[in-house]
């Protein structure tokens, strides 16, 4: 059939094309949603950005607010599409990931996960005023972020929350894997059947009603 | 090309809206409402073509078809694109709500622009003729939108020569598959369903 060649030696020529342009703009921008996520890692704040599993957000823009709309803090993710901070301060945090293009998404990492696994049930709320009373009083999870527990001089007895303090830190160690596996089956990530189906019933939905308000204003 | 929440300044996103209505309501005075079965088919396609990742070297792209909405619909590809970008964001969290018109400018006014420049050549009985009009339609409304879309970035305060470079960069794979596409799309529609091509606007 002479008059399919035409068409044909187009459309390879334009699949090579296409292909050949690929190579040359690998660039992982395309994707219409950027998702940001973040979890806690010992006294340090994960931040994770990603347009999907496979494409990473490099070099986005990653802004932390605390509560009251200050900045506290700003940087860049790496070739992973990561980025850590130290905890600066336990209260809600807000994560603002602005990639390239347009695309922007927040995170809110709640201050209960901040406090972390084994010192939400802390006696005293605020023991960082006084430098003595730190060591002696200080709930689990602060000597990390405050100072290292090592630095405390001429503290030859383990005490009770020393003791916890290690227990802590241990626990942390051993079960970052387990953190990190699932913060990354919650991580949220794109539509599902579901929400597909929906959709298109909806758009049917739409002409239905359409087509029969028009068909009841002809009769 | 979707631009998400928060990243536009008000005024460009309420100038985007009032274009947006705007169009919306062209499209909606010129449709022919017998044909309402073929927007809501292709409002359907549009709406699951950003799902629909193809693979492109390393990368993967998605198809946007509005050029194909362009030649098919005229100006009541306004109507149909604003459909399926609310389904978007309310469903996919693509883009969202205050960011619709915008969003719904970088996409449709290159679709009109292409049935006007484009449409008769594409419907044309000349084989090559009709080819290129389409492949074109289809490269050159995504090539329109990123340019849109780099214009509203740049109104909200970012340069536009780095903005577009990289908008358009990261578009050329996409730009070449839709022209493929379409071309395609509109050579099969002319030997299997040529009354599909003709003008969706109604006759007065």
């Known amino acids: ?219 | 090309m979707h631009i998400s929440e928060g990243v536009l300044s008000a005024p460009v996103l309420l100038s985007g809206a009032v274009v947006a209505v705007a169009g919306t309501a062209i499209g909606l005075r010129k449709l022919d409402y017998d044909r309402l079965p073929q927007v809501a088919v292709l409002t359907s396609a549009f709406f699951v073509a950003s799902l629909v990742h193809i693979p492109v070297g390393p990368s993967s792209v998605h198809l946007i078809l509005n050029g194909l909405m362009g030649l098919l619909l005229g100006w009541v590809a306004f109507p149909a694109i604003l459909v399926g970008l609310i389904l978007q964001a309310v469903l996919f969290q693509y883009g969202g709500l205050t960011v619709l018109g915008v969003n719904v400018v970088v996409m449709a006014l290159p679709a009109v622009v292409c049935h006007y420049g484009l449409g008769a050549a594409a419907r044309s009985n000349m084989r090559y003729l009709s080819i290129s009009a389409s492949f074109v339609a289809g490269f050159g409304a995504i090539l329109l939108s990123g340019l849109l879309m780099a214009a509203a970035l740049v109104l909200t305060g970012e340069s536009f020569w780095p903005v577009a470079r990289l908008v358009l960069a990261a578009h050329v794979p996409v730009m070449v598959i839709e022209g493929v596409f379409v071309a395609v799309s509109v050579q099969f529609l002319k030997k299997v369903r040529p009354e599909l091509l003709e003008t969706i606007h109604a006759k007065r």
Do not use: C
């Open chain 1, 1 to 219: 059939m002479p008059s399919v060649k035409p068409m044909r030696t187009f459309m390879v020529l334009a699949a090579l094309a296409g292909l050949w342009l690929g190579m040359f703009f690998p660039t992982p921008a395309l994707a219409h949603k950027v998702f940001v996520y973040a979890w806690v890692e010992g006294d340090r704040v994960q931040v994770e950005g990603y347009f999907s599993r496979s494409q990473k957000v490099q070099g986005g823009r990653v802004e932390v607010f605390g509560p009251d709309g200050r900045r506290l803090l700003a940087g860049k993710t790496d070739e992973k599409g990561l980025f850590s901070f130290k905890i600066p301060q336990k209260t809600d945090l807000k994560i603002v990931l602005t990639a390239s293009m347009g695309h922007k998404n927040d995170y809110t990492l709640k201050a209960d996960e901040l406090a972390g696994g084994g010192s939400t049930s802390r006696p005293t709320p605020a023991p960082a005023s006084k430098p003595e009373a730190r060591l002696g009083t200080a709930p689990a999870g602060e000597p990390r972020t405050a100072s290292p527990p090592v630095a405390a001089p001429a503290v030859s007895q383990i005490d009770e929350d020393r003791l916890r303090a290690m227990i802590d830190e241990a626990l942390d160690r051993k079960l970052q894997p387990l953190i990190r596996a699932m913060a990354q089956a919650n991580e949220p990530h794109g539509p599902g059947l579901t929400e597909i189906l929906g959709g298109l019933g909806y758009i049917l939905g739409i002409l239905g009603v359409v087509m029969y308000m028009r068909s009841r204003g002809k009769r």
